[in-house]
Every structure is written in C-alpha cells, then in structure tokens.
T-cell receptor, first 115, second 117 residues
Framework: AQSVTQLGSHVSVSEGALVLLRCNYSSSVPPYLFWYVQYPNQGLQLLLKYTTGATLVKGINGFEAEFKKSETSFHLTKPSAHMSDAAEYFCAVSDRRTGFQKLVFGTGTRLLVSP | DAGVTQSPTHLIKTRGQQVTLRCSPKSGHDTVSWYQQALGQGPQFIFQYYEEEERQRGNFPDRFSGHQFPNYSSELNVNALLLGDSALYLC????????????????FGPGTRLTVL
C-alpha cells in the first residue's frame, strides 16, 4: 500500500527566507506526486504535480518540487517566503499503475511565516 | 466558471442520525471523489464516482454510501452517525482521463463540516 510521510507538523520561517517542506513516499512503483495547499476554512488547491518527464516541477505562487526516485522524496521549496504563504500543505500520491485517481495524503505541514 | 460547490457548509447531527451531503462538480468534469478530513489530519479517500457508478472505494464502512446523478453531481450519505464521523468532508471533481492513464487534476470544493454530538 502507498503511504506518504511529511516530516514536521509545523515549520516556521521568516518572511523572505527559504521554505522547505519535506515529503517522502512509500510505493513499490514510483507514483504520481502532488502538493496541495489548504487555507483556513477552505478546500485544497493544487500547487504542482509530477506525472512524468522533468523531475523538477514548477507550480503556482513560486513553489517548486523535485522528484528524487533514489530518495523516494518530493520536497517542496520556495526561495522567499511571503506572509500569504502561511497555510497547511499536503503532499499526496496516486498509483500510476491503475490510473485511478485516489489520492493518498500525508498528515500535512503547517507553515508559519513571521514578519 | 463556478468551481466545485458543496452544501451545506456546516451541519450538526446527533449520534445515530443520518446525513446527506451534496456536491456539484466543476463544469466539464465527469468524476467526483469524496474525502474525509478529520481535525489535524490529511484527507482520506472515501470513494469515487464515474458514470453514476462507484469506481473505487477506500477503507470506510458500508454506512458510507454515495450516488452520482446524470448531471454528474453527487451525494454522500452517512447512516448511523458516530462521534468519530465528525470531520470536514471534501468533494473533488476531475475528468476521467482514459488515455495514457495520467490522472487529471482534482479540484476540491470548500467542504462540509459535520459535527456529531
């Protein structure tokens, strides 16, 4: 069964600092990989996804993530944090073998941005 | 273009009651998935509907059932509510991509927060 581990339930950064949110997956076959963001009292918004091709994926709001098969990781980064980036971030995977769209989510990382 | 909409936004029920949550997918989408997000947790997949049939189901008891209508909207029904069913219920819609098996992006609604007392 697939699973996702997000290291750190909370990450605090200063405005302008590098953001790094960690995600590791467990799967017998490299899955499709996603990062979603959830603002308070809202649904989830897709930041970026990796399906095939280039392993460095650029998303919205200046975020990017790199798929590293050897490390089974898909860490999310942003060079310079904004106050508006404060939110809950979820890493998710889906099984590329079946083509089904079931997403398996990690437990989330809350990003706190201080002035 | 309206995104995914869900109703109601909040709901309070008592143990043993039944509840129905509703979802209208984004225009052009034919697939609806439901997720349960308990407080402090990531969303968990309940099931997915396509062409009015349940295509895939997560690890949820039969108390959770659903339906998809010809206009692609969907309902989630939960019977015999338990305190542990209190959660944010998220609906996501997408297009079922039949070629290359690359999943389409799932667009999430704002959710329905269910509280069971």
């Amino acid at each position: 069964a697939q699973s996702v581990t997000q290291l750190g339930s909370h990450v605090s950064v200063s405005e302008g600092a590098l953001v790094l949110l960690r995600c590791n997956y467990s799967s017998s076959v490299p899955p499709y990989l996603f990062w979603y963001v959830q603002y308070p009292n809202q649904g989830l918004q897709l930041l970026l996804k990796y399906t095939t091709g280039a392993t460095l994926v650029k998303g919205i709001n200046g975020f990017e993530a790199e798929f590293k098969k050897s490390e089974t990781s898909f860490h999310l980064t942003k060079p310079s944090a904004h106050m508006s980036d404060a939110a809950e971030y979820f890493c998710a995977v889906s099984d590329r073998r079946t083509g089904f769209q079931k997403l398996v989510f990690g437990t989330g990382t809350r990003l706190l941005v201080s002035p | 273009d309206a995104g995914v909409t869900q109703s109601p936004t909040h709901l309070i029920k008592t143990r043993g009651q039944q509840v129905t949550l509703r979802c209208s997918p984004k225009s052009g989408h034919d697939t609806v998935s439901w997720y349960q997000q308990a407080l402090g947790q990531g969303p968990q997949f309940i099931f997915q509907y396509y062409e009015e049939e349940e295509r895939q189901r997560g690890n949820f008891p039969d108390r959770f059932s659903g339906h998809q209508f010809p206009n692609y909207s969907s309902e989630l029904n939960v019977n015999a509510l338990l305190l542990g069913d209190s959660a944010l219920y998220l609906c996501a819609s997408s297009q079922l991509v039949t070629s290359e098996r690359i999943p389409d992006t799932q667009y999430f609604g704002p959710g329905t927060r269910l509280t069971v007392l």
